[in-house]
């Protein structure tokens, strides 16, 4: 049974055949009765919201739309074993949000859009299931374009992209981008100097103190960048191998015991590059940075986190703003990827977090609060030359 639902309660289960597409409203659903999904949606405002179903192989997917008024939404796939419908529903609403506001700020011409595959990665991952997956984004007809996220990876990419013509993020010898994180950690360190520039009047981060939290793909790069520059990094990692392999490629890193050690340092910038939520009321007050900036997704661990920043003369530059180099990576796949292209476009993130930082200073908000503003704002006017009746 292989199921496409556009806006639908959950999962459908019973006598659908091949191909069926259901609609909100549609048979088994009431005309004009509100579905769990539908209010989720429209609370979020979103464009679509599609669930996909093939029994044979296992696979259960959610792709969202958030906005299409730059472009087609490309936002990466999540694999993840998520303990419910709901949670799956939550987390790819909330991403393929944060994609369309990533993807406005960082100057593409795409919109918003994520995909959750619910399972395992380690035990559900097959060819098949990934191939009935690339089917369905097939079927949105170019609306989502695809990439890697937590669980997938490029050689994920490259069998979907066997049933796909909207793929991302595939493997070098497939026509990809490849690892997106080289130029993620790029992207993070040209914010950085953006920041620096800001709070200290120099963009050089020579003698500059940076504790970088998390040095897997993005954070190790991150490391060779600043020592390159002349920086001390001081590192922690919950991973004691990506520590060790840190250490073994860039001896000058100094190692902190953990999360708590780091934060506890006399740091000039703290770098998040682990998991979201990493700036708390906990972990701001205790803060003795005049700088974040850092590479993981969703630092804000609440609303309000960026005014206590504010609030403490912690200069933030918004997480969304200054990692977009990976997506900034795998978009230029769209047009035959080049690596020069990608690069010089990464770079631009240093002119964007400047221009924030001034966005924040004549609006009086919080550098996160421009940054929205920014990304909204290029979403209306861009989003509504569409309007714009080219003739026929
Ligand atoms: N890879 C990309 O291109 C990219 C792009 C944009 C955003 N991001 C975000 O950047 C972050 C890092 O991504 P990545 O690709 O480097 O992932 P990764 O899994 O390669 O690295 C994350 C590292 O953080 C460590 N870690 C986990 N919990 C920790 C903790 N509590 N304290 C210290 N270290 C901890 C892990 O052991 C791992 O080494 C994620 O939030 C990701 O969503 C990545």
């Excluded at 597409?21 to 599609?50: K, M, R, W, Y």
């Excluded at 393929?96 to 399972?119: E, Q």
Aim: charged share 20%; aromatic share 6%; net charge negative.
């Amino acid at each position: 049974m292989t199921t496409v639902t556009n806006v639908f309660a959950s999962f459908p289960h019973g006598s659908n055949t091949p191909g069926d597409q259901q609609e909100a409203g549609a048979p088994g659903h009431p005309q004009g009765a509100v579905t769990p999904a539908l209010t989720a949606a429209s609370h979020a405002g979103h464009e679509q919201i599609v669930f996909c179903q093939d029994a044979q192989t296992g696979l259960r997917a959610i792709i969202a739309i958030y906005s299409t008024a730059l472009g087609p939404g490309l936002g990466g796939t999540r694999f993840y074993p998520y303990p419910s419908e709901d949670a799956a529903l939550a987390d790819v609403l909330n991403l393929s949000r944060a994609m369309a506001y990533k993807n406005s700020l960082a100057g593409l011409d795409l919109g918003g859009g994520k995909a959750v595959i619910i399972g395992d990665p380690v035990r559900d991952k097959s060819e098949a299931l990934l191939r009935a997956y690339g089917r369905f984004v097939q079927s949105l007809g170019g609306r989502y374009v695809t990439a890697c996220d937590m669980g997938t990876y490029s050689e994920d990419m490259d069998i979907v992209a066997r049933e796909c013509r909207y793929v991302t993020g595939r493997t070098v010898p497939n026509g990809g981008a490849g690892d997106s994180s080289v130029l993620t950690a790029l992207g993070v360190f040209q914010g950085m100097r953006a920041a620096a520039e800001h709070a200290w009047g120099d963009a050089s981060l020579e003698g500059r103190v940076v504790g970088v939290e998390g040095v897997g793909k993005v954070g190790h790069r991150l490391a060779g960048h600043l020592l390159e520059a002349g920086a001390r990094v001081v590192i922690c990692d919950v991973n004691s191998d990506t520590i060790r392999r840190t250490v073994a490629k860039h001896p000058e890193v100094e190692v902190a015991a953990g999360r708590d050690d780091l934060l506890a340092r006399p740091l000039d910038i703290y770098s998040p590059c682990a998991l979201g939520g990493a700036l708390n009321d906990d972990s701001v007050a205790r803060l003795s940075a005049r700088i974040v900036c850092g590479g993981a997704n969703n630092q804000l661990a609440h609303p309000g986190i960026e005014k206590i920043l504010a609030d403490r003369d912690i200069l933030y530059a918004p997480d969304y703003l200054v990692n977009a180099g990976g997506v900034i990576q795998v978009a230029d796949e769209l047009a035959g990827f080049n690596f020069e292209r990608a690069r010089a476009r990464a770079d631009q993130i240093f002119a964007t977090t400047r221009k924030i930082f001034a966005l924040a200073g004549e609006e009086g908000v919080p550098p996160a609060v421009a940054a929205d503003r920014l990304a909204e704002r290029r979403m209306a006017e861009v989003g509504r030359l569409r309007g714009i009746w080219l003739g026929s």
